[in-house]
């Protein structure tokens, strides 16, 4: 059983139909899902199931699938506290309608794009990274002071200057050919599925990257820097939130 994740070719689908393949203790499996799975820093969605017999059930988050042989994609939707007693209503093959809390989605993918942007302002590894509906938090594997006022307006100037954000597939061959696209130290990209997703941000920006964006930086909106620290002797830790 895989689960198709739809918001890898579309991140504004906001529901879909979906068919359950498992049920069991860490919540519900389905066939396809517009469900983002916590990974990549970025936080996994929450939203409702809802039955055939309009039964919802409130998903309070969304995480990889951990049974033996899962592949990247595989998906559970994790009930919120309360909803377990709502499972009885529902078995294997039964098609559900999955909706993601738009809002707070909309939240994730503005601030994960804005890290890309950060990025591409600070030329240094990341070592860490994620990304909640409040706030991004970005640490940078640096000895070098991080100027805040500097990089907010730099920040702002990739923002307001509405750089197209887009998706391009390479194959695991030519991702191994091109080391240098790796921004992040501890992640690596996930090769093994046959091809690496990448994302660009025209003139801006291009790494491998399995997250969900917005289409334009434009759409990040204001945010502001609201702490640069000293997280370690060889790391400096930026945490950015909407103004
Ligand atoms: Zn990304």
Request: one cysteine or more; hydrophobic letters at 40%.
């Amino acid at each position: 059983m895989s689960t198709r994740a739809l918001f890898r070719e579309d991140a504004y689908l906001t529901r879909c139909e979906g068919s359950v393949v498992a049920i069991d203790e860490l919540g519900i499996h389905l066939d396809q899902t517009v469900f983002y799975p916590l990974g990549g820093g970025q936080a996994g969605d929450a939203g409702t199931l809802t039955l055939a017999d309009g039964t919802r059930i409130e998903i309070a988050d969304t995480r990889k699938a951990k049974f033996e042989g899962a592949t990247p994609d595989d998906a559970v939707h994790v009930l919120a506290p309360g909803q377990e007693a709502l499972l009885a209503k529902l078995a294997v093959g039964d098609r559900v309608t999955a909706e993601i809390d738009w809002e707070r989605r909309y939240r994730h993918m503005r601030l994960h794009t804005a890290t890309h942007l950060l990025c591409a302002a600070l030329p240094y590894p990341v070592d860490g990274c994620s990304i909640t509906s409040g706030y991004a938090r970005m640490d940078f594997a640096t000895v070098e002071p991080i100027e805040r006022e500097e990089l907010e307006t730099r920040l702002r100037e990739l923002i307001g200057g509405a750089h197209p954000v887009a998706t391009e597939w390479i194959t695991d061959q030519e991702m191994e050919e091109r080391p240098e696209l790796v921004r992040t130290m501890s992640v690596k990209p996930p090769v093994g599925m046959g091809r690496v997703r990448l994302l660009r941000i025209e003139g801006i920006d291009l790494q491998p990257c399995g997250g969900t964006h917005v289409r334009n930086t434009s759409e990040i909106g204001e945010l502001r820097i609201a702490k640069v620290e000293k997280k370690s002797a060889r790391t400096r830790r930026l945490v950015i939130e909407f103004a």
